[in-house]
C-alpha cells in the first residue's frame, strides 16, 4: 500500500502563488503516475496535472501556463507550483497516485485552496 502526506496548502490573493508537496511512503516502487486532482463542493473531482515515472505530463486546460507539476523519484515526491492563481482555483487539492498494472489509485487526504481578492 501507498500512502500519501501532503503539504502547502493555505490561503493566497488572486495573482499570488503556493506549492503544494506530497511525499509518499510505502510501496512507492509500485507508482507509475503521480498527481494532483481538486475538487470544489457540488462538483466532480477533476484532474489539474499529473505525471508518470516517465516525466510524461498533463495538465488541465484551465491551468496550463500557470501550473508546473514536478516529481522527485529519490525523495518519492510529488509537486505543484501554482502561480497567477486565480478566484476559481479555490477548491480543495488531493494528491493522487496509480499503479503500474492494475491501476491501484491513492488517494491524500487533502490541502484547501483559497483564493482572496
Known amino acids: 500500500q501507498v500512502q500519501l502526506v501532503e503539504s502547502g496548502g493555505g490561503v493566497v490573493q488572486t495573482g499570488g502563488s503556493l506549492r503544494l508537496s506530497c511525499a509518499a511512503s510505502g510501496s512507492i516502487f509500485t507508482i507509475n503516475a503521480m498527481g494532483w486532482y481538486r475538487q470544489v463542493p457540488g462538483k466532480e473531482r477533476e484532474l489539474v496535472a499529473d505525471i508518470d515515472s516517465s516525466g510524461r505530463t498533463d495538465y488541465a486546460d484551465s491551468v496550463k501556463g500557470r501550473f508546473t507539476i514536478s516529481r522527485d523519484n529519490v525523495k518519492n515526491t510529488v509537486s505543484l507550483q501554482m502561480n497567477s492563481l486565480k478566484l476559481e482555483d479555490t477548491a480543495v487539492y488531493y494528491c493522487?497516485?496509480?499503479?503500474?498494472?492494475?491501476?491501484?489509485?491513492?488517494w491524500g487526504q487533502g490541502t484547501l485552496v483559497t483564493v482572496s481578492e
Open positions: 493522487h497516485t496509480e499503479s503500474y498494472g492494475l491501476r491501484i489509485e491513492t
